[in-house]
């Protein structure tokens, strides 16, 4: 009423003329709007937007610590999948480690391994073996349809049969062409990192100074359900997951190398000082490792078992603290991953009907 | 809206993510800026919290995204009422440390005289609980109903009750600190 009075009806308006009590609080917050106008104004800003825009093109720190960034994330979610990218790193790893190079390593299903936060800290650090470099970066982008998606990824985006309860219908897409890492292996680096934390390192096999992994990750595609505009904020403070469904779908990963045969790099990384016993003896524990894409479960904040989606073998992770569920198979060569904050029965019932 | 991006991508109605970037800033920079100098009445510091919420932005998003200019303003509110917080409590430190250095900057009447009112109420909506206050600074930075209400996440239809909630608690709030 005081921002616009035309918003008044002209029922409003005559009962407004007559009620001393509307008058009176009409009064109150007329006053405290004017205060308020007065309170908060500042001078005029007088900006030289070009000379901004400069600044911030320069601005060091927009250059990303791994060199991309998923563009749909919002800052509140950032500590639950702040895990999730440690756990990413070691699936690096460890599908290194099982590729049974030359030919070619391709997972056909999954399998869970139980890790700890501090097996995902002693194995992420990547950069103390060698030097990650991208040959074609990872370019995740949001983009306006299914078709664009398609048209990025050229993967066909699944389509979702039914929204658990109180989803907004509401999608927004993501995408990415395959992008291709190439690690090489240091042994100087290693010696060196060995060094400074004063452990021994073990020894290197021969030849794998130099040795070359190419990960070739993607294309993928990302739809996430949901109103994302009500939980994207620069406000550290909000901790609120978004109530948004998360379906994906990306080739699966291939790995090759030079130099080196797949049985060194298990060795070698199975007798690294930072790994557990139980993630070694997890990791010696899967069934085939040339086409079995390990999942690793953080088993301090969540618990998997193993169900069957869409008539194959799939990993479901669930959240010990009731944040949510999610669920990861492979069909086709792809890679499926349905999750959200929802129960475990609600993210398995869309993943089997995804189509 | 439909795109055709790979056939179509160098043609002029298709922005790379650069120029789409270019596009939002030229577009939204006044109002964030704005936006952050209503909370912090320091044009500098505003226009550093509009530069910093650009470049995570930039980091994070992408510029074509239908969310760009609520994740902005909410994110310049946000950012600035945080440093807001922060300088509050770097003030009590300094003035607990140094207490004599703070008396002798703050002694000529004058001075103090011109940015007491501004002080008081900046201090107010540090104060403020941060729902309320990013109302308030969306509003008087320029945005209509509906932008405050897509940058906050919440239904158009509450944000009058939340505007007159806001206004009566920073008129509340800066008559508690001058009753100090």
Redesign the interface.
């Known amino acids: 009423m005081f921002d616009d009075p035309d918003a008044l009806t002209g029922t409003d308006r005559r009962h407004y003329a007559d009620c001393a009590d509307c008058q009176a609080r009409y009064s109150g917050m007329a006053d405290d709007a004017r205060a308020a106008t007065t309170l908060l104004a500042t001078p005029e800003l007088k900006l030289d937007v070009a000379s901004a825009f400069q600044r911030v093109q320069t601005a060091p720190a927009a250059k990303l610590r791994f060199g991309f960034s998923i563009p749909i994330l919002n800052p509140a979610s950032r500590p639950m999948f702040a895990g999730l990218a440690a756990a990413a790193v070691v699936v690096a790893l460890v599908v290194t480690a099982f590729a049974n190079i030359l030919p070619l390593f391709q997972p056909k299903t999954v399998q869970a391994v139980p890790v700890t936060v501090a097996d995902l800290q002693a194995l992420s650090a990547l950069s103390d073996y060698g030097t990650l470099t991208w040959s074609q970066k990872p370019n995740a982008q949001v983009v306006l349809s299914a078709a664009e998606a398609q048209a990025v990824s050229g993967l066909h985006v699944p389509v979702v049969a039914k929204l658990p309860a109180g989803v907004s219908s509401t999608i927004t897409y993501a995408a990415m062409p395959k992008a291709v890492a190439v690690f090489t292996f240091d042994a100087s680096k290693a010696a060196a990192a060995a060094a400074q934390t004063g452990k021994s390192l073990p020894k290197l096999p021969a030849g794998i100074d130099g040795a070359k992994l190419t990960v070739t990750v993607g294309p993928a595609v990302i739809e996430v359900f949901g109103n994302l505009n009500a939980n994207s904020t620069g406000n550290s403070q909000d901790i609120n997951l978004p109530h948004v469904l998360i379906v994906a779908e990306s080739a699966a990963p291939v790995v090759t190398s030079t130099q080196v045969t797949a049985k060194q790099l298990e060795d070698y990384i199975l007798s690294l000082p930072g790994l557990s016993p139980q993630l070694a003896a997890a990791i010696k524990a899967i069934g085939d490792p040339s086409t079995t894409l390990p999942i690793p479960i953080p088993i301090d904040y969540a618990t998997s078992s193993k169900v069957t989606v869409q008539g194959v073998q799939g990993v479901a992770v669930g959240d010990n603290t009731g944040l949510g569920a999610g669920v990861i198979w492979i069909k086709k060569g792809n890679v499926f991953v349905v999750a959200g904050p929802f129960k475990q029965s609600v993210v398995v019932d869309v993943a089997n009907h995804l189509s | 809206?439909?795109?055709?991006?790979?056939?179509e991508a160098s043609t002029p109605f298709v922005k790379t993510?650069d120029e789409a970037f270019?596009a939002l800033?030229?577009s939204e920079?006044?109002r964030v800026?704005?936006i952050a100098?209503?909370v912090l009445?320091d044009?500098h510091e505003?226009?550093d919290v509009?530069?910093?919420?650009?470049?995570?932005f930039?980091?994070?998003?992408?510029a074509?995204?239908?969310?760009a200019p609520?994740?902005l303003h909410?994110?310049?509110a946000?950012?600035a009422l945080?440093r807001l917080r922060g300088r509050k409590r770097r003030e009590r430190r300094e003035l607990a440390q140094a207490p004599e250095e703070a008396s002798r900057a703050l002694d000529p009447q004058r001075m103090l005289e011109v940015s007491e009112?501004r002080r008081m109420?900046r201090a107010?909506l540090a104060r403020m609980a941060?729902k309320p206050a990013a109302v308030?600074?969306l509003r008087?930075g320029g945005l209509s109903?509906a932008e405050v209400a897509?940058a906050l996440?919440?239904g158009i239809g509450q944000i009058?009750t939340l505007?007159?909630r806001?206004?009566?608690a920073?008129?509340k709030e800066?008559t508690r600190g001058t009753s100090i």
């Open positions: 809206m439909h795109l055709e991006a790979t056939a993510r270019e800033f030229k920079y006044a800026a704005g100098n209503r009445a044009p505003a226009e509009a530069q910093e919420v650009f470049i995570n930039h980091r994070l998003h992408s074509t995204a239908q969310f609520a994740w909410r994110a310049a946000h950012t945080n009112d109420v107010a941060p308030l600074v008087a109903y897509q996440g919440v009058g505007l007159r806001a206004e009566a920073l008129r800066v």
